[in-house]
């Protein structure tokens, strides 16, 4: 299918240069084209072709040559980064990218997991998919305890592009009218099983300000005959999501934005492009061209347009801009405020407990759902009420132990035997997601002298806690343990870590959107202040990070900055 859309070179003078081609960049390319637009979408990695090269879909693990485990020569060698991700598999090592030709440093005392996927559709083939609407309160926090710079825009700004984006991707979820956590455009949601619906109707019964509601997912739990148009059909509870869905039941740029934007005609595609820089015309005060490093054979070439969208992922696009100097901008494209680099962010997860249940020993639940209850934001509303500013939500899930919690057991026999075939008890888990404040020191920078493999300069992340952060991993280890000891459970275990930022594989900021050109890069419309034809939709726009996954959030702002650019440039205002 992609395959007449693939180029190598090229001297087009395209509309628009689009820079990534995962959640962000997907849905810029696809609002692009349907505008009309002549695209070319530039990915540093290989093409991933939907369906056809999801290599690890559907294989046992007695299929593998090690049973679902990497190869220790290849963790040690090309993945040393990659393996700490939850996802990371022997079926899904491929959408990974390769840490040793990737390279980039970090502070010394400091650490940051970077979590990277090379290749056509980005992180989109493995991110979680879990998708919550930010509300009023996050995108007012800044102003409120005046951490960062105000968001130049409010919910009323981003929720008719929520809309628009949903509509197309499926979500499912439930009308839950909650102001920390506002609806979305819900497909049915995923049921709960029978320990989640005792303890959501504890939780009601005790609490004034806290519910237990389903969580909402990037998954088609009943798909219409819109989806069903798009090739795409139901989820089949798999849990195989990683490895790519053949069922296109999830949203990816594969199945979703990527053949919307091939249907037009309007759209090519360059892979194995690593953008060196970006160009910056003194004479026009404009972009105009990408250059860019050919991922196999090291050759240059250079991509022409009348406007680029940097959508590589947070640090890849500032990365980009750091190395795209001129005269103009010395320090980094764009970057006249200073900011450019400053305020990295990313999500608190360190903290969290579970719990056992006795009893519900003839309950049990089918397939492996995509997602879970959480408990919606209730600190902090307006007002700081606790020792640490900001807000947190809590994510849960139950399961039945199975027959694995056995094996460390001495017994032997047909008594043995016979107990092992019948599950364990329940558990309960609550892990929490925190906002972590922006902080200028909280950066990223380039290497004077290290290098990658394709003689960029290597990024330099310096990323730690903050006294704030901290604070708020304490609160939420005791609120888990709240609530499991409100729903019942028993031998509470509360953690928490001390893995540094990273992890949670959202990270945000560096070139953040704000009101005012002398302390932000980008507009209210994702475009650069400095230069017209620039524009940033991918997490480094984010002025703060709230507590929700932000991958909804993205897409929202992707689709409404392409409208806006499109219609500029058809007006010749661009």
Known sequence: MIDPFLIKKSSTTYDAIVVGSGIAGGWVAKELCEKGLNVLMIERGRPVKHQQDYIGEGKA?????????????????????????????????????????????????????????????????????????????????NLIDGEGVDWPIRYKDIAPWYSHVEKFIGISGNKDNIATLPDSEFLPPFEMNALERHAQKQIAQKYKDRVLVQGRCAHLTEPTQFFLDQGRNK?????????????????????????????????????????????????????????????????????KANMVFLCASTISTTQIMLNSISDAFPTGL??????????????????????????????????????????????????????????????????????????????????FKAAMRKPGPWKFRFGASGEMQPKYENHIRLHPELKDK???????????????????????????????????????????????????????????????ANSSVLNAWNQAHDIPNLFVTDGACMTSSAHQNPSLTYMALSARAANFAADKYRRGEL
Request: aromatic fraction near 10%; glycine fraction near 8%.
């Open 61 to 141: 693990q007695w299929d593998m040559p090690h049973r679902g485990r990497v190869a220790q020569q290849l963790i040690n060698d090309d993945h040393f980064v990659a393996r700490k991700c939850y996802a990371f598999t022997d079926a899904t090592k491929h959408f990974f990218a390769n840490d040793r030709e990737a390279a980039y440093q970090t502070a010394e005392g400091t650490h940051f997991d970077w979590i990277r996927g090379h290749q056509l559709g980005g992180r989109s083939l493995i991110w979680h998919r879990q998708s919550f609407r930010w509300s009023d309160y996050d995108f007012q926090e």
């Open 235 to 303: 989820c089949m509870a798999r849990n195989q999501c990683q490895r790519g869905c053949s069922f296109g039941a999830y949203f990816s740029t594969q199945s979703s934005t990527l053949p919307a934007a091939i249907k037009t005609g309007n759209l090519h595609i360059a892979c194995h492009s690593v953008v060196h820089s970006v160009e910056y015309n003194n004479k026009t005060g404009r972009v105009d061209r990408v250059n860019v490093i050919d991922e196999q054979t090291l050759e240059t070439r250079e991509y």
């Open 334 to 415: 764009a970057n006249s405020s200073g900011a450019l680099g400053h305020y990295l962010m990313d999500h608190i997860y360190n903290s969290s407990a579970t719990g056992t249940f006795e009893g519900f020993e003839d309950d049990y639940y089918r397939g492996q759902r995509p997602t879970g209850p959480c408990v919606p934001r209730w600190v902090n509303l307006g007002k700081q009420k606790e020792k640490h500013s900001r807000g947190y939500f809590l994510r849960g899930n139950s399961l039945r132990e199975s027959v694995s919690y056995g094996l460390n057991d001495a017994s032997f026999g047909a008594d």
């Open 454 to 516: 394709w003689g960029i300069p290597q990024v330099v992340i310096d990323a730690r806690w903050g006294k704030n952060d901290l604070l708020m991993m304490e609160a939420m280890a005791d609120a888990c343990v709240e609530m499991l000891e409100a729903v019942g459970a028993v031998d509470i275990h509360r953690q928490i870590t001390d893995a540094p930022p990273g992890l949670a594989i959202h990270e945000m900021g560096t070139a953040r959107m704000g009101r005012d």
